[in-house]
């Protein structure tokens, strides 16, 4: 990774919307963010969010060296409304870009709030279904176990996980589907019900290092919903 190196991050993936910018330079790393909750109005806070982000820190666009965004799941539209904002400032600056899952974004969060080594994240899907991932913290970074989904709660428990104990629960899933609280009742529901950009910066980072950034015509959502997975599970054979 270059000695200077200025990230954006974007997401609006759920009823929150969020921007956060890693100014870094050499060891020193700063870290300047928004955070609100903002449920349809999303179109008309990002940008000016952006704006006032970028002015904290003392950075304009072309500043920048990194776009990244919440790639989802979430909300359709929501998750629209972000790549679409990033796609946009990344190509006027011809800059590559990263997407995050909003599911690792709150795992990573209770990591580095509540230092918890496991977590189960479930976002309400609607249409009575979650997006439930598991993550396991290897190094610094929690790391997805298995799969990230779209399920129905009844469908989740029939897959009789094994809880792992002292776990952390986050996202609006369980709210949603308090029976899911029930099954995973080894775990701690932590205070983290949506994601924010500013715990996207590891994985943006980790994901540079790797060589995974992509120019902006090759950023992509993640829905989940148009995935095939999962379908064989007792009765949708």
């Known amino acids: 990774m270059s000695q200077k190196l200025n990230i954006l991050c974007v997401d609006t993936s759920t009823e929150a919307c969020s921007v956060a910018i890693l100014k870094q330079d050499g060891s020193e790393k700063v870290i300047f963010d928004s955070f609100m909750f903002a ?20 950075l304009s666009v072309n500043d920048l060296d990194i776009v990244a965004y919440g790639r989802g799941p979430g909300s359709f539209t929501g998750v629209r409304i972000g790549i679409s904002i990033a796609q946009g400032l990344a190509f006027g600056i011809e800059k590559p870009m990263v997407g995050v899952s909003t599911l690792q974004a709150m795992a990573q969060q209770a990591y580095k709030t509540n230092d918890v080594s496991n977590v189960y994240a ?41 809880v792992v ?5 986050v996202g609006s899933g369980w709210q949603a589907y308090p029976v899911l609280l029930d099954y995973f009742n080894m775990g701690k529901l932590l205070d983290i019900e949506f994601p924010s950009s500013k715990y996207m910066l590891d994985q943006v980072c980790h994901d540079v290092q790797k060589g995974l950034a992509v120019e902006p015509e090759l950023a992509v959502p993640v829905y989940l919903r148009d995935k095939v997975t999962w379908k064989k599970l007792p009765g949708r054979e």
């Open 122 to 162: 479930a976002i309400d899907a609607r249409m009575g279904e979650v997006y439930f991932g598991h993550y396991q913290l290897i190094g610094d970074l929690m790391t997805l176990v298995a799969e990230e989904v779209v399920i129905k709660p009844e469908d989740l428990l029939a897959l009789e996980l094994t």
């Open 39 to 58: 449920p349809r109005e999303h179109t008309t806070k990002i940008l000016p969010t952006v704006e006032s982000v970028l002015a904290e820190a003392n």
């Open 165 to 169: 104990e002292n776990s952390g629960l």
